[in-house]
């Protein structure tokens, strides 16, 4: 098992700004959560990004659903559908990480969504989970979680009239039946997960454990949270 080694705390955007030239990088992922977890934003140039600190975007980014589509009724819907104003988004150093992934040099910054008073757009997630967290600091209490990745690894399929099938292993064949906690079926697709731990340790997260869960090719990631 690969253990992360998170980068140094970054707080102040001179601390980013060094980071980013002790990193060579070229380009920067401005992202933004919406309510499903899913990473909006907008992709900026280096130079961009240091001259701008900062993008906007409509505040409908954040109320989006896991389709793309909106939401029928909810709070701030009708607020969101008759002003469709922008937001402000201001990048949060202590969130930049490298992106492992990317052929150049590149780097994703979290951003937080103010509105034109300068004020947190109350429904974007990361206003949600700091309202969560005041309310338990309040109390007095601090929140204990316990963050997994359950997913389903699957064969490639460009046809969407066909169903999903599991992928073929190492072995050369697929799973046909259940393989709850097999050690065997994890090892199956060792050359996948050993990147995705060089991936997770690059990128300051903290692997704990890898299981195959019940149904096939559905696996399982736990996390060390701090």
Not at 39 to 67: C, N, Q, S, Y
Not at 72 to 77: C, F, G, H, L, V
Not at 88 to 98: A, E, F, Q, Y
Not at 143 to 160: Q, S
Request: charged letters at 20%.
């Amino acid at each position: 098992m690969h253990t992360a080694n998170p980068p140094s705390p970054i707080k102040t955007f001179a601390d980013l700004e060094q980071w980013l030239n002790q990193h060579r990088v070229t380009e920067v992922e401005c992202l933004v959560p919406d309510l499903t977890g899913v990473a909006r934003g907008k992709i900026l140039p280096r130079e961009k990004f240091t001259e701008d600190r900062g993008m906007r975007l409509p505040e409908a980014v954040v109320a989006m659903g896991v389709t793309g589509n909106f939401p029928d009724t909810a709070p701030y819907y009708n607020v969101i559908q008759s002003h469709d104003r922008d937001m402000h988004l201001m990048p949060d150093p202590s969130t930049v990480r490298i992106v492992p992934w990317a052929s150049d040099p590149t780097a994703q910054v979290i951003h937080d969504c103010y509105d034109r008073h300068g004020k947190l757009v109350p429904f974007a997630p990361r206003s949600v989970l700091r309202h969560v967290c005041g309310l338990y600091e309040a109390q007095g209490w601090g929140p204990v979680v316990a963050p997994e990745l359950e997913f389903y690894l699957l064969a490639r399929n460009t046809d969407p009239n066909t169903l999903l099938r599991p992928p073929i292993g190492r072995s050369g064949r697929a799973e046909t039946s259940r393989q709850a906690y097999s050690i065997d079926a994890v090892n199956e697709f060792d050359p996948l997960f050993e990147e995705l731990y060089e991936h997770c340790g690059k990128m300051g997260l903290n692997v704990d454990t890898l299981i195959h869960e019940i149904g096939a090719g559905q696996m399982e990631i736990n996390l060390v949270t701090h």
